[in-house]
């Protein structure tokens, strides 16, 4: 037969956090390699999307989202992001951060396009922009902090460069950018006039007394940013895939077009849920977050560090990066299937944020588990020192 799969989908990898899990399942282990967040969802959205079911809210929303949604997140983009968005021609609510970033490549980028990711970078980010066929390039940055040099970004940019990606903290590094380095990468967009996308999901996650800044914010970037967030990580409710965008309007009814088409909609009566969370949890909530899995980030870094597994302490979020290069094998997959071997913990390998060779040095985990299933995992991984 000739029927078979586009050209795109054969860019397309299997994702390794998917392949992990499932390596997992098969041994009833302790999953540390997908961000499914096991922590409790907060009362107040479960109640309100229950309560939105019984009222009848059960079919199609508004394609970019409920009004009550947009105007809560309106308000905490106001309140805590300082970005001024108009609930009604800035704001669209899709399936879920990742499918906003989807939507977001698929509106405004072309084929050929480079789009300029810092490394190491989220998977999903490379896989979304590969499936609009533009073109990754990449900016290494350094373990353990992280950092990087401004004159590999300069050198990155081409005449077809479009766009940048900032996720900030960051998934799987943990990095919180700084201001400085945050107005250094808004001139550079300024100066060569590249669109910049962000992805703050994890924005409530930075510890140590560390600020999250949106780029947006900053000046001269507002109309060349789009500012990707959602509440699956804060709610703890990754399978509602609820996820938002912020863009100039002409730049939002693009993305509010290709979401339609992707998506429809986000769930209706799952909106509802998050809206009210949104409006009713105290600010005590969102500290309480950060003071938790900094807590959980102590815990299991200390774990590594006793089984030889330098762990480059994250800054924000809720994953680490760890050096597994003492575990026998060639491969960090190979490593990662030795890990879940002899522990029953699962990780994700290197390999699968890094586009160059170094990516096999480092295995992904992910700490937003209970406190029994963390403690258990870090008891485990101790057991290698």
Known sequence: MKHNPSDRTARLAQSDIRAMTLACAKVNGINMSQGVCDTPVPPVV???AKAAMDRGHNIYSRFDGISELRQAIASKLASYNRITADPETNITVSAGATGSFQATCMALLNPGDEVILFEPFYAYHVQAILAVEAVPRYVSMHAPEWSFDMQ???RAITPKAKALVVNSPGNPSGKVFTRTELEQIAEMACRHDLMVITDE?????VFDGREHISLATLPN????TVTIGGYSKTFSITGWRIGYSVAEATWAKAIGAMSDVLYVCAPTPLQYGVAAGIRELPQSFYAGLATEHQQKRDRFCH?????????SVPQGAYYVLADVTRLPGKTGRDR????LDKTGVAGVPGEAFFEGPEGRRFM???????DDDLEQASLRIEQLG
């Not at 774990?303 to 762990?311: I, T, V, Y």
């Not at 992904?364 to 209970?370: G, I, N, Y």
């Open 221 to 224: 970037m507002s109309a060349r």
């Open 152 to 154: 590999d970004l300069e």
């Open 303 to 311: 774990a590594l560090e006793k089984a030889g597994l330098p762990p």
């Open 201 to 205: 999901i994890y924005e409530y996650f």
């Open 46 to 48: 479960i109640q309100a």
């Open 364 to 370: 992904r985990f992910c700490m937003a588990k209970t």
């Open 336 to 339: 990662a299937m030795y890990l």
